[in-house]
């Protein structure tokens, strides 16, 4: 396999990567449906999941953290 065909290979597997990534991480914080729509979050596509996954998962603080 060539240099192209594997960064292509690479590039398309990143959203689905990523939707399961955003999928568990909102899940473990609470949130299971999608807060407007009401429909559960592994129904919307990778670039919906990283807006609430921006919104809520990010801002997220560790609690170790913001007691040292």
């Known amino acids: 396999m060539g240099k192209v065909a594997e960064k292509e290979r690479?590039?398309?597997?990143?959203?689905?990567?990523?939707?399961?990534?955003a999928c568990s991480t909102l899940k473990d914080i609470g949130i299971r449906r999608h807060p407007i729509g009401q429909k559960k979050v592994e129904a919307y596509k990778a670039?919906?999941?990283y807006g609430l996954y921006q919104k809520y998962a990010a801002k997220r603080v560790d609690p170790q953290e913001k007691n040292a």
């Open 10 to 21: 690479r590039s398309f597997y990143g959203p689905f990567w990523f939707k399961r990534l």
């Open 47 to 49: 670039s919906v999941l």
